[in-house]
């Protein structure tokens, strides 16, 4: 089964910072990657698919980026709306289940 | 738009079962792959179960399998998922999920607790 492995778990930032949320998997999967961000109570929204893609609607400073097993998602300015819980999901036509990372915990510093 | 709407949640005791519904529109339901996901109080996210477009496959996580079941009925655009032999760790949100252009409901709580 294919592992995906968050880092940091939790991180503390400031408005107006850069921040870089990695992943990494236990073994290639393509650009078969998601973002999520999650709020207290809230469904995870989706934010980017296939690695890179932004999701219609979400903001421009969300990208993506990687393909093989090492995946990056960053912010380019946090916004106090930002300060939530991000995951990472493999999905794939290719193999049924889906896989999640740990999480990771962006607060305020 | 794309709409996933679950229902069925509560408070049961553990052993017993419950029935998780999924209603889904806004999308041609009998082309999709549909999953069920799960989250823990304060944890993260688990895959529960898929099911692919006409039923024909399914698969499980091997935390549920044999006591969970998922199904649907494309007549109805309706996913869903019983719970059998239910335990206190099975105490979650549930999720309905569409593969391919990702897509989520918005969850339905299941506390197993005497």
């Known amino acids: 089964d294919i592992q995906m492995t968050q880092s940091p778990s939790t991180l503390s930032a400031s408005v107006g910072d850069r921040v870089t949320i990695t992943c990494r998997a236990s073994?290639?999967?393509?650009?078969?990657l998601a973002w999520y961000q999650q709020k207290p109570g809230k469904a995870p929204k989706l934010l980017i698919y296939?690695?890179?893609s932004l999701e219609s609607g979400v903001p421009s400073r969300f990208s993506g980026s990687g393909s093989g097993t090492e995946f990056t998602l960053t912010i380019s300015s946090l916004q106090p709306d930002d300060f939530a819980t991000y995951y990472c999901?493999?999905?794939?036509?290719?193999?049924?289940?889906?896989?999640f990372g740990q999480g990771t915990k962006v607060e305020i510093k | 738009q794309v709409q996933l709407v679950e229902s069925g949640g509560g408070v049961v005791q553990p052993g017993r079962a419950l029935r998780l519904s999924c209603a889904a529109s806004?999308?041609?339901?009998?082309?999709?792959?549909m999953h069920w996901v799960r989250q823990a109080p304060g944890k993260g996210l688990e895959w529960v179960a898929l099911?692919?477009?006409?039923?024909?496959?399914?698969y499980y996580a091997d935390s549920v399998k044999g006591r969970f079941t998922i199904s649907r009925d494309n007549s109805k655009n309706t996913l869903y998922l019983q719970l059998n032999s239910l335990r206190p760790e099975d105490t979650a949100v549930y999720y309905c999920?569409?593969?391919?252009?990702?897509?989520w409901g918005q969850g339905t709580l299941v506390t197993v607790s005497s």
């Open positions: 806004g999308f041609t339901f009998n082309t999709y792959t």
């Open positions: 099911i692919l477009y006409d039923g024909s496959n399914k």
């Open positions: 999920a569409r593969a391919g252009e990702l897509s």
């Open positions: 073994q290639s999967i393509g650009s078969w």
């Open positions: 999901q493999h999905y794939s036509t290719y193999s049924p289940a889906w896989t």
């Open positions: 296939m690695a890179s």
